[in-house]
């Protein structure tokens, strides 16, 4: 059947199968192929994109169901000339190792800050538990939208990745940790 | 030596633009004219014989270009080769492991047959048409039945052990004798699934007026894929080209030969078409390797002080119903590694090697070193509980002295640098151990259970040396400076994830005096590459890395013989000064490494002799494996009420000498950890009798999410080593074989005041709030 819709801000048609579904939609008819599948129990968040404007896992969406909205997938959200403080952030705080959950975890970060412009670690990362990564343990994910929201908020203009990689000072030694850091948070945690 | 602004800085790396912006191009992203696409028909069962196959109804299928049955590849086609075991075990049983099931399945997600549709969802469809009737076998799960008798995975063997190794080394009955305390435990090291977030993923075209087959494939290994396809396809190998484009995380999974490569190659072959495969997650979990599997039951002697004399120890492993590439080699690294960090001499050992009716067992992070630390370091804390003594000094008694470097334990090893103590102390500092301890002592008082977990891990990476590797374990670089100055790099491992695009274009920046912008690193397909061993045992760097510092040598020397010849200079006196050229001493007059490549590929004043040309490949042997090692503590609290486990803190301290890019290294010790802590507190594959496997998706297997990990806080110390010419070890499984003993020996020191000695992990809360509850006998768990 026929439906139409907007991806990226592109007016589209498109033939389908009833049952295809949006995430096949987008990769296979359209060659978006920056969303990806990593199951088939709507578990990883890997195939995440926006919905007018809300992220939903599009191997949990018919490509029917998407007929006369919006979608936004990784392709739509930044590019390597102009890329999203997300993405930047991303980059610069190496919240990706292998990349495969990466745009569809950017994807979810951005209607997260969406939602939260200001979140504390603990509710990023209760936003992203729709994402799954095997590779970061989340640590510099975390790090990274928090960056990302930072720079969103005060409103910073977006990079090309042509800008000269910035290089940050040859630091053989990580910040300092400091005495006593686990007890403190030990503290925190229990106050 | 140069060494001066890109080695040791946290630049972003260079792979990562595409990778954001999703324009990377995985194998589920290589797009071909004419593809079709391939399913799987899999046994249901954990052991059956195949009574008949019918493929009239998927044939009939109008979508169907062609059904393929084991019967049809090993009769009709003559396919009839195994799949390859990589090992140097003179009494290995190797029961033949036919990539379509011939007769009789083994293994829940075997594959039986497969069909190729004009879709993957046609396909699909296709794939529920192939009638297959199976006559079910009695099953065996349990390891520990399996090795004492029938049933039999393969009858035909009649045994399920694949293998039995003893070794011993000192006097261990001696000591056991004269020691004051002895501590004897059964660990069992369950099975995990590695999840790469990408599973199996491939694409094979062939080109018939070529006679070229090129196979896409999410592997960390693209040469030795190649060459196993030659052998297992009985084509030559330079009519075969393998490629790992982009590869969505492997964690050794992907350090394998899997019967659906060779399949969908020799499919495609067949059809003249390209076809591509992208498996479901349920069979990921059902058909590509699983990792550990070990039940380890071990006997530890010690004085009243704390000093451990020896230890007995018996691996009973689970192989799986076949051998995959590595699956008998993993445990015999546990028990070379069964040592960890410390001193003694005397040990009796025993690894016994047993089928059963699972996936094969293989390399996964970390690969049989995990499963040593993971018992030496409870039974060090195990010995400290019986003797009342802070686990921290014993630790510190048994250390290997940082004087006693390079160190040949009793299993045969030679540890290449070490200086466990600082490392240990350095994290005991930042933990502030002793106010820890106060703060458990506080709030135990109160009916709080927090629980101090130490790891002090030592591991055997950069693998490694060839005669101690079950094939080849060298690696290779080629660096090759174009004529208008840009440098390629061609190197033979095999990134997914690891960052080498951009550290090795670090070190390279460095050495030959180039903006890094100039370099570009070319890896993962054999067509382009020179042949390499690849990406696993954390040798991309420490292996790789070094073969890439050979060729730099080599350019390096070639280019000065340029430059003296051009300034009519003896090249005793010219030299590499911070990446340039110059007459030593004179840094007035400079040549750049581009301007040498142009001089030699202009090639008219080139000294007598020399060829034209700047480029040089250069292979790698490493003389030994190097150990990285270091202490990771883990603070916890058990709440009594429900027995969930909260990681209320989380440090590691490891060293890995020299770091490249620190940021980097940092990255792959944040998803060790994770790995190994999940392996701890969540993960778990479970079988049932019958072989049914009960963990099969995503809803049932536990990977963690954001929130059920916490902040890791990281330092780190700096111990080169000499085995390679950078001075670096392997940091890619550090993290996952440190974590694992941490976490468990902080949740069984929160329950320490409850009596408990040991529990098994996955330390779910259930059993943690089993082991919390008051007990009519003795409190002590299992």
Redesign the interface.
Known sequence: MQIDLTVNGKQTMLDV?P??LLV?AL?DSL???????????S??G?CTVLLDGVSVKSCTVFAVQAAGHEVT???GI???AE?HPM?EA???A?G????????GM?VSAVDLLKRNPDPT??Q???G??G????????????KAVRAAGAAMRSGTARHS?ND???????????PP???????Q??QE?KA | MAFT??V???????????????????V??V?QVGTVYAAFVRSPYGHAKITSVDTSAAKADPHVLAVYTGEDLHHAHNLKASLPVAHKMPDLKTPPHYVLALDEVRVVGEAVAIVVADS??TARDAAEKVAVEYEELPAVVDVEKAAAGPPYVHESLGTNVAFTMPFSAGDPDKAFAEADVVVKQRIVNQRVAP?????RSMVASYDAGMQQLTLYSATQIPHLLRTQLAIVLGLPENKIRAIAP??????GAKLNVYAEEVVVSWVAMQLERPVKY?E???ECFQAMIHGRDQIDDLEIAAKDDGTITALRLKITANMGAYHQLLTPVIPTLTMLMAHGCYKFENIAAEVVGVFTNTMSTDAYRGAGRPEATFFIERAIDMVAQRLKLDPVDVRRKNFIAKSAFPHTTATGLTYDSGDYETTMDKAL????YA??RK?QAALRAQGRY?GIGLSTYVEVCGMGPSAAMPAAGWDSATIRIEPTGSITVLTGVSP????QETTFAQIVADELGVP??HISVIHGDTDKVQYGVGTFGSRGTAVGGAALKLAIDTIQAKAIKIAAHQWEANPDDVEYRDGKIQVKGDPSKTMTTPEAGFLAFMGDKLPPGLEPGLDATRRFEPPNFVFPFGTH?C?VEVDAQSGQVEV??Y?AVDDCGR?IN???A???V??????GLSQALFEEVVYDDRGQLLTG???DYA?P???Q?P??????T?TPTTVNPLGIKGIGEA?TIGSTPAVANAVIDALAPFGVVHIDMPLKPEKLWAAMQPKPTNGSAR
Do not use: K
């Open positions: 199968e049952r295809l096949h990769r060659n978006l192929t920056g969303t990806h599948v990593g199951c088939d129990t578990s990883c890997a997938t990784i392709e930044g590019t390597a890329l993405q991303f980059w610069s190496h990706l190792q292998c990349g495969y959950c990466t745009t950017i670690d603990d990023i990362r209760a992203l538990e994402n799954l990564c095997r590779c970061t343990g989340y640590e510099n994910i975390v990745v000269l990689m910035p290089v940050h000072p040859p630091d053989v030694e990580p940790s400091g005495e006593g850091i686990i007890l948070q030990l945690t | 602004t890109m040791g800085a946290r630049i972003r790396r260079r792979e990562d633009p595409r990778l954001i912006t999703g324009r990377a191009t995985y589920d992203d797009r993957p969802y999840v790469p977030i990408e599973p982009e590869v969505g995380g492997g964690f992208i479901t997650r349920s500092g930042i933990a502030d106010g820890l703060q927090l997914h994830g690891q960052g890094i912008d503590i603070v209320v803190s440090l770091l620190p940021m980097i940092e990255g792959q944040h998803g060790g950890i994770a790995q998706t995503l809803m990977i999410h954001a929130e990990v902040h890791f806080e990281l330092g780190h700096v993290g």
